[in-house]
């Protein structure tokens, strides 16, 4: 009797233990209450990570579609891995995403449980590895990684992930989260665009000219060709301010920049014979434009290229067309290229792994250094209205610094 007795016992301790395992992956957030513990802890009772994202359910102005919705992540198992994240960057393009005007577009699913299909919004960062299923064969806890891919959502707190979709970071000694969760987007444009759009001798006497030079991906181009020995003419917009505008200029030539002009000065009347002068009577070729702004002032960027060159198009912040005079493309040859990082970095995970690791590798020497932030903290607490207003002031005039998301461990 004694034996029978324990043999019940254990099986409905079994049988409990079954029933708990074999709970959905994401419950809805009205269910959460009798799993969540306490608002500082992310582990429930059962093993659960209890998440925060920021989502969306149609398209409009970031502070009128998103909202934060809570969820519940299992524990890894198989092949997944249960991230959290570090540093999620707030991009122009993830804002355009929400609007509903940019090319990519995230699937909406009720795959995190909302009570309307949703997609999670970000597209670049770091996350920690927090827990692996058992078929994990290259990551274990305490490992960062970054989102192979576009479109998987990185502004929440943790999520679940597959490891076939995570680059590992696998010399993280000597970098930041804030270094890490910023590389994807804006150091792999400029790296991509500067080589792969013309060949160079790396002898020093040679010339890339770009606008936005003030910009993250600018800045990344001035300091890729600084150690790569390629000078650079940067073109930024000119402020009211003149001391601010003194300054601007000081940073960038302090980043590396060999000169520094406004937008006005490239149209202006004195810059031919300028520029003449700085390449030597053209001796040194201007082999690249760079060009995130579109309009005239593209077409006065690409009228100092040389003979053969290519202007590289990788934005269109004026929203003006291109006018490109006829002359360029007959007498000059030049090139008109345009460039788009998400579709690079889903065409080429190895290559996008190969120009990330060498990227980290100059920031690990001191050779490449952080970009201008403004930072909005999100802990457990932070009400979406906060985190809606930096989304939103991405698309502000002048701003200090690139918006992104820093996340508290809890």
Request: glycine fraction near 10%; include cysteine.
């Amino acid at each position: 009797m004694a034996s029978s007795s324990c043999f019940q016992s254990s099986f409905r301790t079994s049988l409990r233990t079954i029933i708990t395992q074999s709970r959905p992956l994401c419950l809805h957030s009205q269910r959460l209450s009798r799993y969540a513990v306490g608002s500082r802890r992310t582990i429930s009772s059962y093993g659960y990570t209890q998440a925060k994202a920021l989502v969306y359910s149609k398209y409009g102005e970031p502070q009128d579609v998103l909202s934060l919705h809570r969820h519940s992540i299992s524990p890894a198992a198989g092949t997944s891995v249960v991230l959290r994240t570090l540093v999620a960057p707030i991009n122009p393009a993830d804002v355009n995403q929400i609007q509903g005007v940019y090319p990519a577009k995230p699937e909406m699913t009720i795959a995190l449980g909302t009570s309307e299909p949703s997609a999670v919004a970000g597209n670049e960062g770091v996350a920690e590895v927090i827990s692996t299923g058992s078929g994990v064969k290259d990551l274990k806890r305490g490992d960062w990684v970054i989102m192979k891919s576009t479109g998987m959502g990185t502004w929440r707190t943790h999520m679940a992930v597959d490891e076939s979709q995570l680059l590992k970071i696998d010399n993280k000694e000597g970098l930041t989260p804030l270094q890490v969760g910023t590389v994807s987007v804006n150091p792999c444009t400029a790296y991509r665009m500067l080589l792969d759009f013309a060949q160079w001798g790396f002898r020093g006497d040679e010339w890339f000219i770009q606008n936005g030079a003030n910009s993250g991906v600018g800045r990344a181009a001035i300091q890729l060709a600084r150690e790569w020995g390629i000078k650079s003419i940067n073109v930024i917009r000119g402020r009211e301010n003149k001391e601010e505008e003194q300054k601007l200029r000081q940073d960038l030539l302090d980043l590396g920049a060999t000169k520094v002009i406004t937008e006005e000065e490239l149209t202006g009347r004195g810059i031919k014979d300028q520029i003449k002068e700085w390449t030597q009577g053209g001796r040194e070729p201007i082999k690249v434009g760079l060009n995130c702004v579109g309009g005239k002032n593209a077409t006065a960027l690409a009228k100092f290229l040389s003979p053969g060159a290519a202007l590289v198009t990788y934005g269109a912040m004026s929203k003006q067309p291109l006018l490109l005079p006829a002359s360029l493309l007959i007498f000059k040859d030049i090139r008109f290229n345009g460039f788009w990082v998400s579709k690079w970095s889903d065409r080429h995970p190895d290559q996008k792994k190969q120009t990330v690791d060498d990227v980290l590798r100059l920031t690990r020497e001191g050779k490449f250094k952080d970009i201008p932030v403004q930072e909005c903290r999100w802990g457990w607490k932070t009400e979406v209205d906060t985190l809606s207003k930096a989304v939103q002031g991405t698309l502000g005039g002048f701003r200090p610094g690139k918006g992104v998301f820093v996340f508290d461990e809890a």
